[in-house]
C-alpha cells in the first residue's frame, strides 16, 4: 500500500495550492478518503474527507469555503485544491484512505503560508 502526497511548498497569504495523493495497492474506489494536517506541537486534525464514489464531502469549519477536495477513481488520486491561504494552514498534510477497521497514511507534504 502506497498514499504519496505532493504540491506542497511555500505560498503567500491569499494564495492558492493544490495537493494530490496518489494511492496503489489496494482498491482505491472502495475507500474514504481525508486530508489531515498537523501544525507543530499541535494534533493531527482532519481537515477534509470525500466517500469512495465522490458523492460526500466535509470540511472542518477552518477551512469550509477555502479548501475543496475531490477525487478520480479513475487516476487513484484525491485532490485537496487550497485557495485563501493563511498562515495558520501552515502544517504538514496528510492523505488517509479508510474502510472499516483499515486505514492508511502517506508521508505527508509540508505546506508553508508565508509572507
Known amino acids: 500500500v502506497q498514499l504519496v502526497e505532493s504540491g506542497g511548498g511555500l505560498v503567500q497569504p491569499g494564495g492558492s495550492l493544490r495537493l494530490s495523493c496518489a494511492a496503489s495497492?489496494?482498491?482505491?474506489?472502495?475507500?474514504?478518503m481525508n486530508w489531515y494536517h498537523q501544525a507543530p506541537g499541535k494534533e493531527r486534525e482532519l481537515v477534509a474527507g470525500?466517500?469512495?464514489?465522490?458523492?460526500?464531502?466535509n470540511y472542518a469549519d477552518s477551512v469550509k469555503g477555502r479548501f475543496t477536495i475531490s477525487r478520480d477513481n479513475a487516476k487513484n488520486t484525491v485532490y485537496l485544491q487550497m485557495n485563501s491561504l493563511k498562515p495558520e494552514d501552515t502544517a504538514v498534510y496528510y492523505c488517509?484512505?479508510?474502510?472499516?477497521?483499515?486505514?492508511?497514511w502517506g508521508q505527508g507534504t509540508q505546506v508553508t503560508v508565508s509572507s
Open positions: 495497492g489496494f482498491t482505491f474506489r472502495n475507500y474514504g
Open positions: 488517509n484512505a479508510r474502510l472499516l477497521g483499515s486505514s492508511y
Open positions: 470525500v466517500s469512495s464514489g465522490g458523492g460526500v464531502t
